[in-house]
């Protein structure tokens, strides 16, 4: 009994050494893989924007940054912010414009999701956003829109609250794609590969 509580004790010294002898250069290939270490922080520039509540922002290719906000859509600049707080609809009225996600499609154009689901719009030759004339003259809903997405390839992909898809070729030709999972609204449009997207719903995924 004596002789197997010996063996067994020097088996453990053993294993315990083996593993003494190897943790310094296991740490050092630990270390060797990590990534430089990277710091959050907000920059001098967004310092005023601590108490706003941004849903979206785009770098556009004007050299801005754009922010979607709950009071409206905001130019980030050396000299001052622009904000829009209003965009007018078809029929000449102002509305509050509450954003939750803007994107840069075709020619510069910024395309803004309200958060009732409404497309707006600011072209390179407006100063206010509208409603989204360029889509709703091709014949688009821009209505009940829960989420939208611009490819790299330049079509640009619409979700609607009734599950449906609309995917728009730069040359203002579309066409509907719809769902048959009966899965609701979808929840998220993102990009892969060359020209393609996937859909994400409350219950499936696409």
């Known amino acids: 009994m004596q002789k197997n509580q010996i063996t067994l004790h020097f088996h453990i010294f053993i294993f315990l050494g083996f593993i003494l002898s190897i943790s310094p250069l296991a740490e050092e290939r630990r270390s060797a893989r990590l990534p430089p270490e990277y710091t959050l ?15 979206s922002t785009l770098y556009a290719s004007d050299g801005y940054l754009w922010l979607a906000t709950l009071d409206g859509i905001r130019r980030v600049e050396q000299q001052g912010d622009q904000t829009f707080h209003h965009y007018r609809n078809f029929i000449g009225e102002s ?38 004339y360029r889509l709703k003259n091709i014949g688009v809903s821009i209505e009940e829109v829960v989420d939208a997405y611009f490819s790299a390839s330049n079509h640009l992909w619409l979700g609607y609250a009734n599950g449906h898809i609309t995917l728009i070729e730069s040359n203002n030709q579309y066409q509907q794609i719809f769902s048959e999972l009966d899965a609701g609204a979808p929840t998220d449009i993102f990009g892969y590969g060359d020209g393609h997207a996937l859909v994400s719903y409350r219950e499936f995924n696409l």
């Open 95 to 132: 509305e509050r414009l509450r954003a939750r996600k803007i994107l840069e499609i075709w020619d510069g154009e910024l395309l803004a999701l309200t958060l009732e689901n409404r497309l707006t719009s600011l072209t390179r030759d407006s100063s206010e956003f509208q409603s989204a």
């Open 41 to 55: 922080q907000t920059p001098s520039l967004l310092n005023h924007l601590s108490s706003t509540t941004v849903l």
